[in-house]
């Protein structure tokens, strides 16, 4: 009897009844419904990408006639930018691009690339097995091809939007060859934040040609792609280091590297270029394309009636020095760096070639991509005051006009102006004043006071013509907008247009405008070369004749207009050249003192917002800027400490372009060197103890008067007063500085060897003078100094202390009791002959008296 069956069996026997043969027909029914299962998707998908228009983009070959081409003054390509993208991009042709970087994308990105239609079914098979075995994504299965689509028609990460781009990736493969893709997606695909194509990346990473690209180089680049934010170099160099070394494993298991070379690749450190030197002169190439400068008869005038050159030309040739850009916008970087502890947030740069106003260098900021520090902002352009820069004209136009000279004596003293809204009384930089200096001193120095007094006895319209003619046209506003201040920078200019002004004074007075176009072509197509730019005409069929703008060539010197007077032109250059006369305020070794002859200036705006920093060879001029954007005050740095060391380091760099020269000699039919005296600038006398030689117009120095600032007196040796009817035993003679009603408090105060104005009590008075009081030699009046008449004082409620003002009197020598008169209301007061005077509302009158001098005139001033 047999045994029963398990309860599993008849499961078990049904399912090896399953597994019986079938009968042909059968079999082939099912192999044909696997195969339609496999195979329709693919035909879906391949009536889909039928249906699929190509992007326009790729309906025909690169399409040169909307993109722009810019070269230094070299011909070295600069970059390349397409009409309206705002990426940094130029389009690099296959065949120029090198087979190093084509290597490393193939085996970062695409190993079959040159075997699959467009979408590569091993990949998509190998990338559905690993995320099920995985369960993540272990590697994705885009192809170069897929990528490419990807980018020109962005899609969501879905399944529907992964279908959409095989479609497109098969349509893009069924009408373009291999090498015509893998050139569109090496200058299409990303390599960076704001990067568009692998020569952009090039030259911004490392600053070379994509051809030029060691393997170790091209495999870094081709490792971008995969996520252009992840593996910016800027960020660090580790991630991309390590990405690239799997990109070199990659090359070589698949054949596309040797393994020496590959060995080699992964010892060698990602050097990357010093930041600023990719793409270089952003801030110039927008402002020639937008039309802020253009390639016209003024682009140094820019604005509004500047035209772009965007869309309308196809290659451009700058002036800029590739070497030199790149060299400053490092300085320029690294000095915002090293400043900012002191809040400085932002420097520009230019510099100028003096004989033909071409731009040498232009860095409008330090770093463009800087949103923090508003790195955008074009700092050559921006309006920003220019400080103690524009006294340099000031004074030239002082000495064609009211006949100064360098040796002309100017007031530093305590002084004050008439404004409409009260009076204004400059201050020094330091703080102090230095009594009579000469106009030599006063400007290399950079002393207030004198330039504000020279304003006024010019007037304020007369300075604003000037410096209009020398195109600082930004100052557009009324004279009383700027008043007597205007000396100091009180108004806004641009850092070009006060370059191209000192430029002027280099070339003796004659005024160019700044060139930043040497030529342009509109040409629908451009060559990958500069011919055609500069000096051969384009052959036709080779897209047009080049257009030059210019009518001077850059070979010759174009003519200038003249705008200021030679020879003082050429006095002002010798005492901006002085280091000798800036030791005052400057010191030993500072920033402005370089190994070879140059003439500087430095400029700090109110509150510390503005530093410049401007100066020439007789090639070369430079002007530097350093601030913030937003205006917001630094941190009590001036000129010379702040924009003064990248002024001197710009200086060396352009030095290393065009060496320099000593400054020519002065015209001797123009110009003489005479003596004066040290402390009057006027023709020595034999009691002038200093004496130093001084450059001079020829009618000047002939019309040169005597000193009258010293003079020799007697005096009793016993007493120091001086002498009348003394013994010859205690007499002697002495040396002493006379003043004028102006400087006579100071030099009281400041202890200057003025002489006595009373008589020797042991000798008896004086012939021909009063005993008693010394006063009547001189006869001058004695005079309100502050405050002036019609001055306006308002009273501040906010302030709860005593509000008052300082009146000040000017009297002759031998005064030594004098009266201020104020509203009918005597106050004697003795030396210095000053009052503090708490302010009271209304009008007041004031006049000065003292015995024995006449009385000047009486003023009226009101409190609010």
Sequence with gaps: MRAPSPPWAGRAGRWLARLRPRSP??????????????????????????????????????????????????????????????????????????????????????RRFSLHPGVDPIAIARAIGQLAAERRVVSGASTITQQLARTLVPRPRTVRGKLGEMALALRIEASLSKREILEQYLNR??????????????????????????????????????????????????????????????????GLAGEADVARARAEPIALAPRGSGLGAPHLVRAVLGGALDGGADPGAGGPGAAPLRGRASAIALTIDRGLQREIEVLAQQTVRGLSDRDVGAAAVVVLENATGEILAYVGSHDIDDAAGLGHNDGVLALRQPGSALKPFVYELAMERLGFTAATVLPDVELSFPTPDGSYAPRNYDGRFHGPVRLRDALASSYNVPA???AAALGPERVLDRLRELGLRSLDGAPSRYGVAIALGDGEVRLLDLANAYATLARGGLYLPVRAVRAWADAPRASSTPRGIEDAPAAPGEGGAPVEPHAARASSTPRGARVLDAARARVIVDILADDKARLASFGEGSALDLQFPVAAKTGTSKGFRDNIAVGFTPDVTVAVWVGNFDGSPMGGISGITGAGPLFRDAMLAAA?????????????????????????????????????????????????????????????????????????????????????????????????????????????????????????????????????????????????????????????PGVRRARFVLDGRPIEVGPPFALDWPLVAGVHRLRVEADGAPAGEEIAFSVE
């Design 452 to 454: 504000v007094w020279t």
């Design 189 to 254: 695909v990303a390599f960076g934040p704001g990067l568009r194509g692998v020569e952009a990346a090039s030259r911004f990473y490392f600053d070379k040609p994509t051809a030029d690209l060691s393997l170790a180089e091209a495999a870094a680049l081709a490792s971008m792609p995969r996520g252009p934010a992840l593996y910016d170099p800027r960020r660090g160099t580790g991630p991309l280091e390590r990405r690239r070394n799997r990109v070199l494993d990659r090359m070589l298991a698949a």
């Design 25 to 110: 027909s059968f079999l082939r029914r099912a192999a044909r419904l696997a195969l339609a299962a496999a195979v329709a998707p693919w035909l879906l998908l391949a009536v889909v990408a039928a249906l699929t228009p190509l992007p326009p983009e790729l309906r025909a070959a690169e399409d040169h006639a909307v993109s722009t081409v810019l070269y230094d003054r070299h011909g070295t390509v600069l970059r390349e930018l397409r009409a309206g993208d705002g990426a940094r991009a130029r389009w690099l042709p296959l065949a120029e691009a090198g087979d190093r970087i084509q290597r490393a994308l193939l085996a970062a990105e695409d």
């Design 656 to 812: 290393r372009v065009r060496p320099p020269r000593p400054f020519d000699p002065p015209d001797p039919d123009q110009l003489a060197e005479v003596e004066v005296c040290s402390l009057s600038g006027m023709r020595p006398t034999a009691a002038c103890p200093h004496r130093r030689r001084e450059l001079l117009p020829r009618g000047d120095a002939a019309a040169i008067a005597p000193c009258d600032m010293h003079e020799a007196v007697r005096v009793d040796r016993r007493n120091g007063l001086r002498a009348g009817a003394c013994p010859g035993a205690a007499v002697e003679e002495r040396v002493f500085e006379r003043y004028d009603a102006e400087l006579t408090a100071w030099a009281r105060a400041a202890g200057r060897p003025v002489a006595p104005d009373e008589a020797s009590p042991l000798c008896g008075a004086l012939p021909g003078r009063d005993g008693a009081s010394g006063v009547g030699a001189s006869g001058a009046p004695v005079r309100v100094a502050y405050p002036p008449d019609g001055a306006r004082f308002v009273l501040d409620p906010s302030v709860n202390s005593l509000q008052a003002i300082r009146l000040r009197a000017d009297v002759p």
